[in-house]
């Protein structure tokens, strides 16, 4: 029988939490189930994911987006209560990693949407969760947005910089669209992010770089996916993605 607190040491150090001043507490959030057998993954813990893991029957809830944010209201009362309730109700743990899954080298979201945008020589440029990659010949934008549309589900939302092609690309998982123009000022061609900001139209245009928004949510799948997938093989445990979709 493997144990949560096994499960949960090996994720805080695989994933270094302890390297990273973040947002909210990573790691476990709500302790039920002291073992498991069934994992499920998600990106957001929301009450449908926690709902769907009670009807796989998951010891333990693993995602990117969890609880107990900084200027969050602190009291488990509305929205979160019922959230909390419904895990300690079927028995669940729950546990979160954010940042520290952005930005692992082989398990982050941004490592995989390096591999799934076909990129040569993915890699960090920067403090780590801005990442930059290559490409054998120059893109076409076109061709950019329909191999992006391709793995995420949805069409890409592009702010155009010019007429150029794509030679060298940016990206960083989620909501990082400040970072627009920190990928202009490294020389790259075009920025990737989950979401766009009504200043992003401009910049871009007058920055000569594409910034291509596809989805806060579609871009964060990916590295919670991997963790699981990582956890159920070390741990012989059953693991299963849900994806609840989001628009946003």
């Given at each position: ?17 302890d390297d990273f ?37 998951a010891d333990l ?143 871009a245009a007058e ?42």
């Amino acid at each position: 029988m493997t144990t949560l607190h096994e499960i949960i040491n090996y994720c805080d150090a695989r994933l270094a939490i302890d390297d990273f001043a973040d947002y909210c507490p990573n790691g476990l959030q709500v302790e039920a189930s002291r073992k498991v057998e069934r994992i499920v993954t998600g990106v957001t813990a929301s009450l449908a994911l926690i709902e769907a893991a009670a009807e796989r029957k998951a010891d333990l809830l693993l995602v990117h987006h969890g609880y107990f944010w900084k200027n969050e209201a602190a009291p488990l009362t509305g929205v979160k209560g019922r959230r909390v309730r419904a895990l300690y109700a079927s028995n669940m743990s729950m546990a979160a990693y954010h940042l520290p899954l952005d930005a692992h080298e082989e398990l982050g979201n941004n490592a995989r949407l390096g591999a799934l945008l076909g990129c040569v020589d993915p890699r960090p440029v920067g403090d780590g969760l801005l990442w930059g990659g290559g490409f054998p010949a120059e893109l076409a934008v076109d061709a950019l947005l329909a191999r992006v549309q391709e793995f995420t589900g949805r069409k890409p939302l592009l702010l155009p910089g010019g007429a150029h092609g794509v030679r060298r690309l940016a990206w960083c998982s989620g909501g990082a669209q400040a970072w627009l123009e920190k990928a202009a000022d490294l020389g790259f061609d075009a920025y990737l992010s989950g979401e766009a900001s009504e200043s992003g139209f401009h910049l871009a245009a007058e920055r000569g770089i594409h910034f291509i928004a596809a989805g806060h949510h579609a871009t964060e799948r990916y590295g919670i996916q991997a963790l699981g997938a990582e956890l159920e093989n070390k741990f012989d445990l059953e693991h299963q993605f849900v994806d609840v979709p989001n628009p946003v």
